[in-house]
């Protein structure tokens, strides 16, 4: 068949008059195809149905079909259409013939694999008009419009029903294929096959989907790109790449990059993952192309249609990915997936995502004995505290025992205790967890825990650095930090893992490369919730030598106990507005005091630099000073709350081997933290 092809300027004043035909509030698919209209917009369309794809299970419990529609607008352009995925559930799909009307109400405009079309959103409306009911203009099409396959879904209005028969009796055809040619083709869509396979399953002359990180930047090497991907699981037939260079396998040869050399993958400055983890994969034509401009390294990929075979060395499997020129499978079969989208991220690659969090926990532990074993430090720097007879350990039953009397106290005393908090006037508006569990005083929660245990054969009593403990506690806040609110926001980078429900953020998910460089400030930053409280004993009977303790309140407690989302606070002046009329409630008036205490310690510096001396007694105040001696004796103002407090360790670094009790270099230190509490005015 001959493509007409119009005149620019012909095509233009035909394509406006079209225009001016659409019923209000739909526009064009040539607007869509040209991009006029942004992505992410949401469009009314209407169109003649020219392609169909059955619908197919995926990952989750919608399924997934595409139709191909034209307009008015590409009418003189038979090869052009727009594309609409749908993702619905199997019984809400619709299955229009060749030629059918389809209304598109609220459709979502994308660009996916370099390509503009339409993808359905939860408020999307779909409608069919069957194309053998359609009457001729004037009448309506509304007797051609098929029964809603939702029931909720609104109706197209009358104005649309006018414009389908005049769209359906004047569009060129050309572009539809008959029933026979379009039912097979809708055929051949079912024929599909799920050709997705880990690393771990690939074997020699496959075609397969993978979904893999790049590990390596990609090399650009006379028209192919060659990089390194891996999705951390282990494939025997792969290149063995080991951090100590003691065990690699025959090698690949020749590039700067190290992809086809004898070196070892040390030499190489081989960054990961070890093992038999990671595949060489070659790119051709236009996948060369979008590899090098838009992939770097730690970037996940959907490789499509990749072929696996053995590399010229016929030791190990590599990855081929070709342009395939047959009718379904044309097109780019690089697709970037993105990490910043935990709600739509596709569960293939959350796994992982997972497995490479879980690699790299593993590698740094296993880097750590590399190093003991290569300085003979590997098993001789356990402490002798950790070395215990097998068999009956006397200790352990006096520990039982103790537990036990400190139980039963604790639970002679619960009463008494309930009596006492009524009396401390309690701020009702701080509400916590474990209303059942007893009340702990500070200076018993502080108190270092004893531990007797047996070195060869003989007892000994250990101060334990810390224990996993929960308690509660009556307290009121006496001071917090950082000193100033402003600061009790801070940011990090964004991470993949933050898309996995058992991570938690911290300073793992940062590069050791990074810190200290420019490059940890470039990203996307995540606000987080990061201050400390100073908790002091509540009732004066429980007051003991140590009767305060710093608490630390992460990301998490802190959004339970403000209600309040992380955020700039310097950028956004009423979110900091918020946080200090909820801290209102949790500590009076210190922040005011605070305050007042910095002033003068700042101005007590400043007359030390300018070597004045020191105030004298004020004088007896006048009526015009009243406020000011208000603002000189300021006190603390705040009613004591009930709460919830957590004991756990950290390891931290330590220059002296003697207090290294954690690791070598490393020490516990003991934090208190808050958790389980809420403001609730």
């Given at each position: 068949m001959t493509l007409r092809q119009p005149s620019s300027s012909a095509a233009r004043a035909r394509n406006a008059t079209r225009q001016k035909a659409l019923p209000s509030g739909y526009v064009s698919i040539q607007d869509i195809l040209e991009e006029t209209i942004p992505v992410g917009k949401h469009v009314n369309v209407v169109g003649l149905v020219k392609d169909r794809r059955v619908p197919m299970e995926t990952n989750k419990t919608d399924w997934k079909s595409s139709l191909t529609i034209y307009d008015k607008s590409i009418e003189d352009e038979p090869d052009k259409g727009l594309l609409f995925n749908i993702f619905r559930p199997r019984s809400e799909m619709p299955e229009p013939d060749a030629g059918d009307v389809v209304v598109l109400l609220s459709a979502k405009v994308q660009c996916f694999r370099g390509e503009v079309s339409l993808i359905t959103h939860w408020s999307t409306v779909i409608h069919v008009y069957s194309a053998s009911e359609i009457p001729k203009p004037p009448k309506s099409a509304k007797q051609a419009l098929r029964p809603p396959l939702r029931s909720n879904d609104r109706l197209p209005a009358d104005e649309v029903h006018e414009y389908v028969s005049r769209l359906y009796h004047s569009i060129d055809k050309d572009a539809v294929p008959d029933a026979a040619d379009f039912s097979m083709q809708v055929e051949q869509s079912r024929n599909y096959k799920n050709k997705f396979r880990l690393l771990s399953e690939v074997e020699d002359f496959q075609f397969c989907d993978v979904i893999v990180n790049v590990v390596r930047e990609p090399f650009d090497q006379m028209g192919t790109t060659t990089l390194w991907v891996s999705d951390y699981t282990e494939n025997e037939h792969f290149y063995k790449f080991s951090w100590d260079a003691t065990e690699v396998s025959a090698g690949q040869d020749g590039d700067p990059y190290g992809y086809t050399t004898f070196k070892s993958a040390a030499t190489n400055n081989w960054a990961g993952p070890y093992g038999k983890r990671s595949m060489q994969v070659t790119c051709f034509g236009q996948h060369a192309e979008f590899v090098n401009k838009e992939v770097r390294v730690g970037t996940w990929v959907h490789l499509r249609n990749l072929q696996v075979k053995y590399g010229r060395n016929g030791n190990n499997l590599e990855g081929f990915l070709r342009e395939d020129r047959t009718?379904?499978?044309?097109?780019?079969?690089?697709?970037?997936?993105?990490?910043?989208?935990?709600?739509?991220?596709?569960?293939?690659?959350?796994?992982?995502?997972?497995?490479?969090?879980?690699?790299?926990?593993?590698?740094?532990?296993?880097?750590?004995?590399?190093?003991?074993?290569?300085?003979?430090?590997?098993?001789?720097?356990?402490?002798?505290?950790?070395?215990?007879?097998?068999?009956?350990?006397?200790?352990?039953?006096?520990?039982?025992?103790?537990?036990?009397?400190?139980?039963?106290?604790?639970?002679?005393?619960?009463?008494?205790?309930?009596?006492?908090?009524?009396?401390?006037?309690?701020?009702?508006?701080?509400?916590?967890?474990?209303?059942?569990?007893?009340?702990?005083?500070?200076?018993?929660?502080?108190?270092?825990?004893?531990?007797?245990?047996?070195?060869?054969?003989?007892?000994?009593?250990?101060?334990?650095?810390?224990?996993?403990?929960?308690?509660?506690?009556?307290?009121?806040?006496?001071?917090?930090?950082?000193?100033?609110?402003?600061?009790?926001?801070?940011?990090?980078?964004?991470?993949?893992?933050?898309m996995l429900s058992d991570y938690s953020g911290g300073s793992d998910s940062e590069s050791d490369d990074d810190r200290g460089t420019l490059t940890r400030y470039a990203g996307e930053k995540i606000w987080e919730w990061r201050f400390a409280l100073l908790l002091e004993e509540a009732n004066p009977k429980h007051k003991g030598e140590c009767d305060k303790l710093w608490a630390v309140v992460d990301n998490a407690e802190a959004q339970l106990l403000l209600g309040l989302d992380a955020s700039d606070l310097r950028a956004n002046p009423d979110d900091l507005d918020k946080l200090q009329e909820q801290l209102s409630h949790l500590w009076g008036n210190l922040e005011e005091c605070k305050q007042q205490e910095l002033e003068r310690q700042a101005a007590d510096k400043n007359r030390v630099a300018a070597h004045q001396p020191p105030p004298s007694s004020p004088p007896p105040p006048t009526t015009g000073d009243t406020a000011q001696t208000k603002k000189a004796e300021l006190v603390l103002s705040n009613k004591p709350f009930t709460c919830c407090i957590r004991q756990y360790g950290v390891e931290v670094s330590e220059e002296d081997p003697k207090k290294a009790n954690a690791s070598e270099g490393k020490r516990w230190e003991r934090i208190f933290g808050l958790f389980g509490t809420k403001i609730s005015s």
């Open positions: 009718a379904f499978q044309s097109g780019l079969q690089v697709d970037i997936l993105a990490t910043d989208d935990p709600d739509n991220i596709n569960d293939r690659l959350k796994e992982a995502i997972r497995r490479k969090r879980d690699y790299e926990k593993a590698k740094k532990q296993q880097q750590k004995s590399f190093v003991a074993n290569a300085q003979g430090k590997g098993g001789d720097g356990k402490r002798k505290a950790e070395v215990q007879e097998d068999g009956k350990n006397p200790s352990k039953s006096r520990r039982a025992e103790k537990r036990a009397r400190r139980a039963q106290e604790l639970k002679d005393i619960e009463e008494k205790e309930r009596e006492s908090e009524a009396k401390l006037g309690l701020n009702n508006s701080i509400k916590c967890e474990n209303l059942k569990e007893p009340i702990f005083a500070v200076s018993s929660i502080v108190e270092p825990i004893p531990w007797t245990t047996t070195v060869d054969g003989q007892e000994v009593a250990l101060t334990l650095p810390f224990t996993c403990a929960k308690y509660r506690a009556n307290v009121r806040v006496v001071d917090f930090r950082p000193h100033k609110l402003v600061d009790f926001a801070t940011w990090r980078k964004n991470a993949e893992y933050d």
